[in-house]
Nanobody, 123 residues
Framework: QVHLVESGGGLVQAGGSLRLSCTASGRTISPYAMGWFRQTPGNERQFVAAISWSVARTYNNDYVKGRFTISRDNAKNTVYLQMNSLKPEDTAVYSC????????????????WGQGTQVTVSS
């Protein structure tokens, strides 16, 4: 079992930056590809970005390309999402997840999920 906990969310003005962290406990995340998703009330989860277990490859949603960067530190059992040039439409609950499949944008392909952290971008 992998227990994931996100942190780093908050309120930021448009154009600002936030860095989200996702720290795992229970088991190492090294064998897993990791992903970030976001969700707003009444909507389905939207894929944001994913990173392979070896850090060699990343895959981003077109909406965030050039603004968001996913990275990981397997020694710290942590995955990061650096978010720059934030827009009000980026407001959502951001969750990290672990999967044995890469690349994949499908939430059902991810086995373990964190509870999420709220990101609010004001205009």
């Amino acid at each position: 079992q992998v227990h994931l906990v996100e942190s780093g969310g908050g309120l930021v003005q448009a154009g600002g930056s936030l860095r989200l962290s996702c720290t795992a406990s229970g088991r190492t995340i090294s064998p897993y590809a990791m992903g970030w998703f976001r969700q707003t009330p009444g909507n389905e989860r939207q894929f944001v970005a994913a990173i392979s277990w070896s850090v060699a490859r990343t895959y981003n949603n077109d909406y965030v390309k050039g603004r968001f960067t996913i990275s990981r530190d397997n020694a710290k059992n942590t995955v990061y999402l650096q978010m720059n040039s934030l827009k009000p439409e980026d407001t959502a609950v951001y969750s990290c997840a672990a999967t044995n499949i890469f690349p994949t944008t499908a939430p059902m392909a991810y086995t373990y999920w964190g509870q999420g952290t709220q990101v609010t971008v004001s205009s």
